[in-house]
DNA sequence: TGTTAGCACTCACCACGTTAGAGTGCTAAT
DNA sequence: ATTAGCACTCTAACGTGGTGAGTGCTAACA
């Protein structure tokens, strides 16, 4: 059942009006702000079918219309017009982007800060998934007699460490020799392979001719290597702009502010629903959004050296400016793939941390 | 002008019903929950006299008396008396904290959801402060031919390291070199000392015989080096249970709620005032704290192998259970303290990221 | 002189009724 | 098919009076 081109404009001046000014639009001040020349009688009219049809919602009898999730869903993906950022807001980001390039995490911390500064919402991002990293060596170093380092370091770059303590201590060869043994086996491989594989594997089954010592050393680096692994698949996640929503009216009663802010206080189950995001710029509104029913998320994706993915996002009522926060996260997830993706001979620094 | 042992009784009781009740308390039911042998008109010519002296307020006429940021002051510094924790409580960190004990970030931000979650405030903890941290050695380590690790270790096996794209290709050989020329200068060192004197040294004079391919590696490579020391000083801040204050019915007023959240939006800032508190347990309340003005907080110090200094804190409403939280912080910070002691022979591993 | 009973007074809070205004939905005219 | 007109509905704002908790003062008492 297709809606009349009428009924379209009389939708997308709805949902304009109750964007700006969150309030339920009547049938008068639709037609009187919007010249749709006709009444306001017939508007309602076409109101009401509206509503029949699920696109509009009324809190109480007498009160004017509100969009529903269906009507944004509409909005956004056949209504909906790009929108050219401000000049101010490009000049925002290409500086203040430019400025820490050679940062890794303090970039994508900027990104987010840009989003919610821009959009006066909240906004995340999350280094990229480590997944397809491939381990490039293993290295062993000595602290002291009893005391080594365990690197782990990656094609792309990534390092990530722990410090051991041992009962006794060790020779610098065992040291060494483990460190190689450790590299030809995993060199090449990605992450995920070798956490997978070391579930099945017998640790220390597949190498011959290997004396007690080393043996002993590798008992008690592997543990350590596989939690090591596992750190370094964590993606870190920022948050910016928490009490941005402090100032929207549907955060005006205490429980909703509770009920929002609640959502980010478990990190990690944040975290894992972000990552199962598909790619590009995805928006989900209201009850798409299994928990947080009065919400709409908008991710987007960035690339790293053209391969690895992380994400930057928004979070706020469904009431928002899709228009304007698609067209923003665009541009700067554009700009971010931009900034990491490594051109020759130049210098570059990237922090681990 | 000293209070009376009858006033002190009085006040008592007004704080011990007010942090229980969070309501202003009348002299009718101080004289019937509290045995002073005294009449509800004598109780009340001595609340007056308080109110007068300062230790209590009034919201209006006809309401009860609320303490002041004085009398909380004077319960903190002479009326309070330690409480031994509950059996369920020394439990419940003893299993915690256990279970986590060769983590060290993770243990420390399970020392501060204990500390939330027990308290039901918002609390937070920081991981030590490195300034004095001494370095053990520096290390270069190839990725590939214009790729590189800088990695700096400390003598209580603190590790930072940082990935450098260079524009022209190095050799081991000048690696190796600059690698041991770095050790060798700042070995034993303490990390703020190193960057003092760097502001002032002309960097790379100190070498004699130098050829020009190290030169200019070298030259590329002191500023990553500065950075990475910097980053190597900064103190994680971890925050659990920020949203418990939603609970508390001095934060169920939209603007303090925003107003409470908003402190820890400047996560820097934060970090840096509750590193210049002196050591030990701490308390400010209200008006001491410069921002804050109605909030206390209090926090404690654990230490790390008996020299490095880290804290952990709670914040909350000036009506709190004083006596429950630096009771509880007092555990927790020797249990952490005694977790992070190194007892000789033991297999010890310490994250580093 | 310190303590207490008694009492008038204050003030927040709640329940209630009233009003004003915005907006709908229906009907009849165009 | 569109529109003017009008009755109807419901919320939000305002005012009113009653209630109860609590104070502060005064005078009596030990």
Redesign the pocket.
Known sequence: MDLSE?QLQILQAIITDYVENA???????IAKKYDL?????????E??DL?EMGYLT????????VPSDKAYRLYVNNLMKKKNLSAKDKRLINERLQASRDEFDQTIRHAAELLSEITHLTSFALTPATNDETIAFIRLLPVDERTLILMIVGESGNVTNTTLRLKVPYTQETLDLLSKNMTVNYKGRTLDDVLKSHIIEDVGSDIEAMNAALTALKGTVMPSFIRTLEDMLNVNLYMEGMTNIFNLPEYSSIDRARDFMQLFAQKDWFTQKMLQRADGVVVTIGEENAKMKDCTLITATYHVDGKLVGKIGVIGPTRMKYDEVTSLMEYLTNNLSESFRLTEGEDYTERND
Chains 1, 2 share one sequence.
């Open positions: 009428r309030e339920p639009v009547g049938s008068r001040s020349g006709v009444s306001p009688a017939t508007i309602r009219n109101m009401s509503e009324h809190p109480h009898t007498s009160a004017g219309r």
